[in-house]
């Protein structure tokens, strides 16, 4: 379990959204799947939702920015002290900016990009908003990662615009490392040339803690959602890839809930 009720180092994915036409229809999909209280915000924040476990914020449900064929995603947010600084690291490195920084309300600051791989992503800069504050427990975000079809370049990238460090974990099936600034893993980048149909495109992945991730399938099914990848035992957990039923992409991880004692 991690709790967290200050700002996220600079480069930590701090928070993750589901832009989405149907808010209803989402509240009611995550809140079965992950025990989800959801909490409509004011007025003036346009129908955003906060979700919560125990009463801590662990996602976002909101509209979709941008035009109405935008498809239904999860978006990963990298922190960030400094919004506008790291929106020009972003376009020095090679990326592009979608969305320049703006402010939300007193909440944060925040920016949409893409990488040079294609994956977009947001950066925030915490206000009152400081991001995910509770982790790794069911229900909540346990992992983040970049995946692409270039790994060098968008390893560069990053290196460039948030001063990650990576650790090689490759295999001969699959280019991937674990990135950090200081410490600890804070999530993962790799290659989807050799695990993706040519089709997949560049994109940042949020796996959900779940206790058992058989049964979160089952409800995903249940529901109205996809496997994307059916469930495959891996050293870190039980693992599968679904999507929801508006075709949001996700990833489910099983661990153990922290004990109450």
Known sequence: MVLRDTAWDAGTPCWVDLGTDDLARA????????????????????????????????AGIGPKMGPPEMPTVWTTYLATQDADAT???????GGHILAPPFDVMDVGRMSVAVDPGGAAFGIWQSGTHT??????????????ENMSRD?????????????????????????????KTTGNPLGGIGDLSTVAPPQTPAHWMTYFAVSDT???????TRLGGNVMRPAWDSPYGRMAVV???????????????ASSE
């Open 27 to 58: 509240k009611t999909f995550y809140g079965t799947i992950f025990g989800w209280e959801t909490i409509d915000g004011p007025p003036e924040s346009g129908g955003y939702v906060m979700c919560e476990v125990g009463g801590r914020p662990v």
């Open 87 to 93: 929106a020009a690291k972003i376009t020095a490195a």
């Open 131 to 144: 991001g995910i504050r509770l982790a790794n427990e069911p229900g909540a975000v346990c992992w983040n």
């Open 151 to 179: 790994f060098e370049a968008n390893k560069t990238f990053y290196q460039a615009a948030f001063g990650y460090e990576y650790d090689d974990m490759s295999n001969a099936d699959l280019s991937y490392a674990t990135f």
């Open 214 to 220: 058989d049964e979160a399938l089952a409800a995903v």
């Open 243 to 257: 999507s929801d039923d508006q075709g949001a992409v996700f990833a489910l991880m099983s661990v153990a809930a």
